[in-house]
């Protein structure tokens, strides 16, 4: 009978840790095969179970909600191989992540909040819990199972209105967000790339009154392993290898084998995990390889993503099926890792039934100064070409599109540059994101508030305060067109300099027009075609900016009509406020004037000259000369100053 027990006992243990583990992640594909590193999420290939690896150890997740308080995906789980996982001994449980929830076991009541290391910190009354955590306190409570309460420790209770260390806090009235530290002091986060790279998510901080208070520590500025750690203290050298390094794999959420219609826009074939050992790594190059058994022809052009946003231009595949992107800025945070989504445009010619998938084929294909590891080729799944019509998106010129060079002043405000009229054909359309891209001479610099603007709902759909690498990104957009109708959108911006040079606003990189639209019918990215706007290349109409100039006007500080003393020294007659416009303004002389009062003579007047607002000489000084009453002399004053 004991033995019976034991069998029964045993068997049910393995099958609620496997239904965990299904439920998690089973049905998610992972990446190739790749060495562990420290602070890595390893997985075996055919096994469900994840864990975390640390100090040659790893690390178990006892349960999903554990996961969850310190992961929002699966992203970043690298699939190491059978051997090597077996070599791994196993370390202790993984405990829920400091500040993210209160915690309970299901055979008591007690609410604790957890503290570093898995200290756990009862808070002794529902109205702390409320002053601490807010009105909804009891939505980030979780039961811990009883058999792994003992993972935890008991430290002291919470009994006076203080948050434990780990907890994550803001103020109403302020964007700062704060981690409070062992002696209670609250260490601000200099910077939301601060707050990413420890791995931190913004649901768990928690907005607090202004009379909590707390002594100011050292803000956080970067990546720090005693906050990221998820094995709180047994992580070596600080976590996902040596520092200059970059290890790539294929991500777990990369999109699954289907059917991409032709003229198919920004079609997503594989996602890559780029992550950055215990240094910042910065990509500037990347060569996107086609594979499968389908012709380069089916793609108009390939692009690259990361957080949403199109990284360098569009381009083509090359005779080695290839796109090359070069001259681009990729950041990877210290410890961290950002998804490298690889896109496809499908061609309106493409051939149903192709095999196509895009890849990283190689480390070479990756430009960086760190040392670059992973399990090449790293290939996505191929997606079937089908003929399938989906909807349509024409664009026009719109109303007020200019069509000639008007030119426009060195500080001209909110000028028109662009206005397209987008057609929505097949299904009703979603407008998602519009980059503005400048073409011309002119520099970032020349221009400034560059806005999108929906003429069609007289609306501001937002404003980029500058160019960054020549281009506005207008992302996170919900414009939405029904089939047959039109939405008129245009490109305004402010002047900021530039003077002979040239500027337009085109809606395409060169290779394709940068307009997300996306069918609300089939789900599809939508490719934009052109019937008569801007140019057939996609370049708009250029913009000639005028010369600078200078304004020269009476200051309101000029005195009052009177008399003035004879013999008087360096009395003031008149004030005037020199305005350079658009570039900087050389002047070389100014001509004054002398009116003499009634039965006066310039000849009354010496040291004439002009001083600026501190007193100091900048032209002159001359005397009158002409003798004759009531006549008027004009005096040359020389002088070499810049304006402004």
């Not at 040659?56 to 190491?80: A, C, L, Q």
């Not at 979780?142 to 260390?165: C, K, L, Q, R, W």
């Not at 420890?198 to 050292?218: E, H, Q, W």
């Not at 976590?239 to 826009?265: C, K, Y």
Request: net charge negative; hydrophobic share 40%; proline share 3%.
């Amino acid at each position: 009978m004991t033995n019976l027990i034991k069998k029964g006992f045993t068997v049910s243990v393995v099958v609620t840790t496997i239904l965990w583990a299904v439920g998690l992640a089973a049905f998610m594909p992972f990446g190739a095969s790749a060495a562990a590193m420290e602070g890595d999420l390893i997985k075996m290939d055919g096994l469900s179970s994840v864990y975390y690896y640390a100090g040659g150890e790893r690390y178990v997740f006892p349960n999903e909600k554990t996961y969850f308080s310190w992961y929002s995906d699966f992203s970043g789980v690298k699939t190491i191989s059978q051997a090597e996982l077996e070599a791994i001994p196993l370390g202790d449980n993984v405990v829920i992540r400091p500040g993210t929830k209160l915690v309970k076991i299901t055979t008591d009541p007690k609410v604790y909040a957890v503290g570093p290391s898995g200290v756990l910190h009862h808070v002794d009354s529902e109205a702390r819990a409320t002053t601490l955590y807010g009105a909804n306190w009891a939505q980030r409570v979780v039961d811990v199972p009883d058999a792994f309460f003992t993972n935890y420790e008991i430290g002291t209770a919470i009994s006076s209105d203080v948050h434990p260390e780990g907890s994550l806090v803001k103020y109403a009235d302020s964007a700062d967000m704060y981690y409070i530290n062992a002696a209670g002091e609250k260490q601000k986060f200099a910077s939301m790339d601060a707050f990413n790279a420890n791995r931190f998510k913004l649901s768990d901080v928690v907005t607090i009154s202004d009379t909590l208070t707390y002594s100011a520590g050292d803000d956080i500025s970067g990546a720090d392993s005693d906050l990221y750690d998820t094995s709180q203290g047994h992580l070596e050298g600080g976590g996902s290898g040596v520092a200059g390094t970059l290890a790539m794999a294929l991500a777990s959420d990369t999109p699954a084998a289907t059917s991409v219609p032709v003229s198919a826009n920004n079609a997503h074939f594989t996602y890559v995990n780029l992550t950055a050992g215990a240094d910042p790594v910065t990509v500037t190059g990347v060569k996107a390889t086609r594979f499968g058994l389908g012709a380069d022809s089916n793609f108009s052009s390939v692009k690259l993503f990361v957080d949403g946003i199109q990284v360098g231009n569009s381009q083509s595949l090359n005779s080695n099926h290839q796109a090359v992107f070069s001259g681009i800025s990729i950041s990877v945070p210290a410890n961290s890792t950002k998804k490298l989504v690889l896109a496809g445009s499908m061609a309106a010619g493409g051939t149903a039934g192709h095999l196509l998938g895009l890849s990283i084929a190689s480390a070479a294909d990756i430009t960086t100064t760190a040392s670059v590891s992973g399990s090449f080729p790293i290939q996505g799944n191929q997606m079937t070409v089908s003929s399938v019509n989906i909807g349509t998106a024409t664009l026009y010129n719109g109303s007020l599109h200019p069509t000639t060079d008007t030119s426009v002043d060195t500080d001209g405000a909110d000028f028109r540059f662009t206005q397209v009229k987008l057609t929505a054909g097949g299904e009703d359309l979603k407008i998602s994101q519009v980059t503005a891209v400048r073409n011309g001479t002119a520099g970032d610099s020349d221009v400034k508030n560059i806005e999108l603007y929906n003429d069609t709902a007289g609306s501001s759909l937002g404003t980029v305060e500058s160019l960054t690498n020549g281009k506005a990104v207008f992302s996170g957009l919900n414009v939405t067109v029904a089939k047959g109708e039109s939405v008129e959108l245009s490109i305004l911006a402010d002047m900021n300099g530039g003077a002979g040079r040239t500027i337009a606003f085109d809606m395409h990189d060169g290779v394709a027009y940068t307009i997300m639209v996306e069918g609300l019918s089939y789900g599809f990215g939508i490719t934009p075609t052109r019937n008569n706007f801007c140019n057939a290349n996609g370049t708009c109409q250029t913009q000639t900016i005028n010369q600078g100039y200078l304004t020269i006007s009476k200051s309101p500080s000029t005195p009052a009509t009177g008399n003035i003393p004879q013999g008087g020294s360096l009395v003031t007659l008149a004030a005037f406020d020199y305005k350079a416009v658009g570039e900087s303004i050389n002047v070389s002389q100014t001509q004054l004037t002398i009116t003499p009062a009634a039965g006066g003579s310039a000849v009354d007047y010496s040291n004439v000259g002009l001083y600026d607002a501190d007193g100091g000489l900048v032209a002159g000084t001359q005397d009158g000369s002409t003798t004759t009453a009531n006549t008027a002399q004009t005096l040359t004053l020389l002088m070499l100053i810049q304006y402004p």
